[in-house]
């Protein structure tokens, strides 16, 4: 089974400035999909951004980036020029590629403060 | 458009009573999940609904849980004799057929459970 860990319950960061969350996950599969969500306050949960693992193109949504490690089983998200918005609780996800249904894997999170 | 709707959005109950909590998935979605978010923690995953096909109930953490998806469209979500341990925020997600495809969240049912 494919389990996703995320190492720092809580990061903080200064508003205009970078942070990166660390994903590590475990899986024999080489054809996946990972994922960051984000939660504020309100509950509601947003993609952030998503990675094909047959890419080896890092993706990048806006402020947003990934740092793809296939072979170390590494995907974390850099937040650029932090924003109070940013402020949120962040999962990173696992999803395999294999045909059919796959059940969608979630981390623990990484509670994001932004300090103005 | 609308996006995923929860009902209700807070929940108060006795313990040893049932609850049944709703979700509107995004018209269209053939894709119906249910996840549990106890406190400090990640998303449990509790049971799948794919278009007419049966359900992935494996999740599902004992016999008191059990949901629906009537028409395609609107789940509930039951919970029989509730109990301390079942406090939680329940999400529901639903999204396009396709593992590559992103779940769109509703903004859950915090369930206290007294």
């Known amino acids: 089974a494919q389990t996703v860990t995320q190492s720092q319950p809580e990061m903080s960061v200064q508003e205009a400035e970078t942070v990166t969350l660390s994903c590590t996950y475990d899986?024999?599969?080489?054809?996946?999909?990972l994922f960051w969500y984000k939660q504020p306050p309100s509950r509601q949960m947003i993609l952030v951004i998503r990675?094909?693992?047959?890419?080896?193109q890092n993706a990048t949504e806006n402020r947003f980036s990934v740092n793809f490690q296939k072979a170390a089983k590494s995907f974390s998200l850099k937040i650029s020029d932090s924003q109070l918005g940013d402020a949120a609780m962040y999962f990173c996800a696992y999803r395999s590629h294999l045909g059919g249904y796959q059940k969608v894997t979630f981390g623990t999170g990484t509670k994001l403060q932004v300090i103005p | 458009g609308a996006g995923v709707s929860q009902s209700p959005s807070n929940k108060v109950t006795e313990k040893g009573k049932d609850v049944e909590l709703r979700c509107d998935p995004i018209?269209?979605?053939?894709?119906l999940y249910w996840y549990r978010q106890s406190l400090g923690q990640g998303l449990e995953f509790l049971i799948y609904f794919q278009g007419n096909s049966a359900p992935d109930k494996s999740g599902l953490p004992s016999d008191r849980f059990s949901a629906e998806r009537t028409g395609g469209s609107v789940s509930t979500l039951t919970i029989q004799r509730t109990q301390q341990e079942d406090s939680a925020v329940y999400l529901c997600?639903?999204?396009?057929?396709?593992?590559?495809?992103?779940?769109?969240f509703g903004p859950g049912t915090r369930l206290t459970v007294l």
């Open positions: 990675q094909e693992a047959y890419k080896q």
């Open positions: 997600a639903s999204s396009l057929a396709g593992n590559y495809n992103e779940q769109f």
């Open positions: 899986t024999s599969e080489s054809d996946y999909y």
């Open positions: 018209s269209g979605h053939t894709a």
